[in-house]
T-cell receptor, first 109, second 120 residues
Framework: GQNIDQPTEMTATEGAIVQINCTYQ??????LFWYQQHAGEAPTFLSY??LDGLEEKGRFSSFLSRSKGYSYLLLKELQMKDSASYLC??????????WGAGTKLIIKP | GAVVSQHPSWVICKSGTSVKIECRSL??????MFWYRQFPKQSLMLMAT?????????EQGVEKDKFLINHASLTLSTLTVTSAHPEDSSFYIC????????????????FGPGTRLTVL
């Protein structure tokens, strides 16, 4: 079946590093997306991984291991504005997205 | 990055009326667009996948006769909520998928800003 899991909530300190994990089971896997969503707003695209490895984009990096069905989003030098929900979603070969429930990230000063 | 617009951004209507929401990709063509709804403090729920020139594919539990989707062109998809009821009040979000094989990232999904529907 199709399944995707990520932690419900995480807390981190401003200036620190946080890693948000996501595990998935997807038939016909066609990539893994990460999105950021602030309350009351639409999600914004952060990253797309389809090959194994780490993709770095500024303070945010995303990692994928296809053999393990595992991805993580790494946020460095945390800022208060990074407080948001982070959604992972896997895509299947029919371009259907399977969404995680989102991880609410709370940044403390 | 690419821009997706939605109109209207918010709408209040009476029960029993129909509401049309437009989703446009402003500077790129999207063969595939998605429609989502999101209730407060919940994750996105995919309603349907819309492909230009063909009928939309609805997710299980979504009434196709109630939520009419028309993907008229490569830059426009519309969602019409027919005979709206208070339980249809939600945040409706569209997104457009780009598929650019050979570039990095190969695939990106851009979201519209969302439409907040309140049915009285």
């Amino acid at each position: 079946g199709q399944n995707i899991d990520q932690p419900t909530e995480m807390t981190a300190t401003e200036g620190a590093i946080v890693q948000i994990n996501c595990t998935y089971q997807t038939s016909g896997f066609n990539g893994l997306f990460w999105y950021q969503q602030h309350a009351g707003e639409a999600p914004t695209f952060l990253s797309y991984n389809v090959l194994d490895g780490l993709e770095e984009k500024g303070r945010f990096s995303s990692f994928l291991s296809r053999s393990k069905g595992y991805s993580y989003l790494l946020l460095k030098e945390l800022q208060m504005k990074d407080s948001a929900s982070y959604l992972c979603a896997s895509m299947d070969s029919n371009y259907q997205l399977i969404w995680g429930a989102g991880t609410k990230l709370i940044i403390k000063p | 990055g690419a821009v997706v617009s939605q109109h209207p951004s918010w709408v209040i209507c009476k029960s029993g009326t129909s509401v049309k929401i437009e989703c446009r990709s402003l500077d790129f063509q999207a063969t595939t667009m998605f429609w989502y709804r999101q209730f407060p403090k919940q994750s996105l729920m995919l309603m349907a996948t819309s492909n230009e020139g063909s009928k939309a594919t609805y997710e299980q539990g979504v009434e196709k006769d109630k939520f009419l989707i028309n993907h008229a062109s490569l830059t426009l998809s519309t969602l019409t909520v027919t005979s709206a009821h208070p339980e249809d009040s939600s945040f409706y979000i569209c997104s457009a998928l780009t598929d650019r094989s050979g570039t990095s990232p190969e695939m990106e999904q851009f979201f519209g800003p969302g439409t907040r529907l309140t049915v009285l």
